[in-house]
């Protein structure tokens, strides 16, 4: 079935003037609205790069690679779909150009174009219709929202806008709406708002055939009735869709600013959708409430090598967010650059805070620092939660200054190691190539009952996503276990463990998986919920 045989409406972000204009946010805030009036809703994003996926990006490039409950490997803008939305999304979800060429020259290898010459248009745009209408007939939703990624007038994202325009005169304009964000400079010499660089990126899509519908300004000051007049009038935009952006200060602040602006009314407007509910948002004004409004303050140690670039640690940060409400509680992430982390300074480092959590990571660099992160925790008895990496260096910690296996370690940093507690898996020792080869996506675990996992839970069956190769060796299970660090969490298909714990320690927890990926606002991860509550224990038993 075809886009046009069903009734999904079709909304098109796209982006002018800068990079980092928070496309992703303003998606999520429309298609929030969208759903809290009835629709059903997921957003899509175009990456414009010539990667397959992002997984083998380094995170500094475009910050986290986040990861699906299918095990797609994916631009970090999904985890604020998924968060806003508490919905999951799919592999579908996210297309980059490197995924519409693999596509296209595999059917040219089979011999699918028939002798054709294969071209940019119509093969290229073709492929990028098809994925467009394919994560709306494949679940059926309402409203599909694809957001562009890159700024309009760049060379790669022509293909992209091509498709938009073609599909755009194919739906029928009731169908279909453009969204184009921009930037409104202020110009503090000049003490004015300036709207040239939109009106000429306005012109930049225009030139490519795209009139845009609604224009939503990124400014810092807000934009009075005669600039958004001269907007409308230099774009070709009815007035009442000009809409302001402003600077706030929280992300989660977005919808409830976009809908005083009216963007879900005039959307559903132009695409002849009735407003049946007023998009109310009672628990979203709750949550944000309790965000702004905290009753304590606790601050935590988020110990990386990728420190530099905040996106790099998205939704560990996000989940912190959640999990500070649920406890109406601020959470102060402290992050410390590993490789900066040595015995003599550690002190000085996490003498303070509250909690310590090591954050996922590949590679050798870093790693003594997160060893000497997890002791520190584990001696002082400061709430430790260990994702992934975290986990496999709590292991290594243990095995070394509990055990007193010197030279433990993971095959990762040493792959001849005669002590490897943590080990390949069997099934990734054959594998060569790089991309969406780990162990990605959901997989279940089941929780040792008496375990602080399972108390944290309330449930002794769980799904967590996965993104590694590495894992627990279990030929140290029984020394682990006689020394006080115990396997709660056992994937029960292949024996894998999921979760090691210390029971005798207040809160220490190690998890193979990545909670971070499913905690939203509405749901917030219990395990996070968890380590900001024991956070807070420790902070108000000092004081
Ligand atoms: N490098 C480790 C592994 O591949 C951990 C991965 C991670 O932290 N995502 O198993």
Not at 390 to 404: C, H, K, P, S, T
Request: aromatic share 8%.
């Amino acid at each position: 079935m075809t886009a046009m045989e069903t009734n999904t409406k079709y909304i098109f972000v796209t982006g002018g003037v800068t990079s980092s204009l928070g496309k992703g946010i303003i998606a999520s805030s429309l298609a929030k609205l969208l759903q809290a009036s009835g629709y059903s809703v997921t957003i899509q994003k175009l990456d414009p790069y010539l990667n397959v996926d992002p997984g083998t990006l380094n995170p500094y490039e475009h910050g986290e690679c986040y990861v699906t409950e299918d095990g797609a490997e994916t631009d970090l803008d999904l985890g604020h779909y998924e968060r806003f939305l508490n919905i999951h999304t799919t592999q579908l979800n996210n297309v980059t150009t490197g995924r519409i060429y693999q596509s296209v020259i595999n059917k040219e290898r089979r011999g699918d174009y028939l002798g054709k010459t294969v071209q940019v248009v119509p093969h290229i745009t073709d492929e990028i219709k098809r994925c467009i209408q394919l994560v709306g007939t494949k679940h059926r939703f309402d409203v599909v929202i694809t957001e562009v990624g890159g700024t309009v007038g760049d060379i790669e994202s022509l293909p992209y806008i091509e498709a938009i325009r073609q599909l755009r005169y194919q739906l029928g304009s009731a169908n279909s709406v453009v969204i184009h964000l921009t930037l409104v400079p202020y110009l503090a010499a000049a003490g004015e708002l300036k709207t040239k660089p939109t009106q000429h990126s306005v012109k930049a899509l225009l030139e490519n055939g795209v009139q845009p519908d609604i224009l939503v300004l990124r400014t810092e000051k807000t934009l009075n009735s005669e600039i958004r007049k001269k907007v409308a009038l230099f774009c070709n935009v009815d007035s009442n869709a000009v809409i302001q952006s402003v600077d706030v200060n929280t992300i989660y602040d977005v919808p409830i600013k976009m809908s005083e602006e009216k963007l879900d009314r005039i959307t559903l407007h132009k695409l002849n959708l009735p407003q049946n509910k007023v998009a109310e948002l009672y628990q979203w004004k709750e949550f944000l409430n309790k965000v702004k409004n905290p009753r304590d303050e606790v601050t935590v140690a988020l110990v990386g090598k990728y420190t530099q670039l905040p996106d790099a640690y998205k939704s560990i940060s996000e989940s912190f967010v959640h999990a500070g409400a649920a406890n109406e509680c601020k959470v102060i992430v402290k992050t410390i650059n590993s490789e900066r982390l040595n015995k003599d300074n550690v002190n000085q480092f996490l003498g303070e805070v509250n909690g310590i959590l090591v954050a996922p990571g590949f590679g050798n660099r870093g790693i003594e620092g997160k060893i000497i992160a997890c002791k520190y925790a584990r001696e002082n008895k400061i709430p430790y939660l260990g994702l992934c990496l975290g986990m496999q260096i709590a292991v290594i910690e243990f095995a070394r200054n509990v055990l007193g296996i010197k030279d433990a370690t993971s095959t990762e940093f040493d792959p001849k190691t005669k002590n490897p507690v943590i080990d390949i898996m069997e099934e990734q020792k054959k594998i060569r190539d790089m991309g969406g080869t780990m162990r990605l996506g959901a997989y279940p675990c089941k929780l040792e009952k008496k375990s602080l996992a399972a108390n944290i839970y309330k449930q002794t069956k769980i799904s967590e996503r996965h993104r590694h190769r590495y894992e627990f060796n279990n030929i140290y299970m029984e020394q682990f276990a006689g020394a006080g660090m115990i396997a709660t969490g056992i994937n029960e298909i292949s024996g894998l463990v999921e979760i090691m714990e210390i029971p005798s320690h207040q809160w220490f927890v190690g998890v193979q998986f990545h909670p971070e990926y499913k905690s939203t606002v509405l749901n917030p991860h219990p395990l996070f919920v968890g380590f900001v509550k024991a956070a807070m224990e420790m902070k108000n038993e000092k004081h």
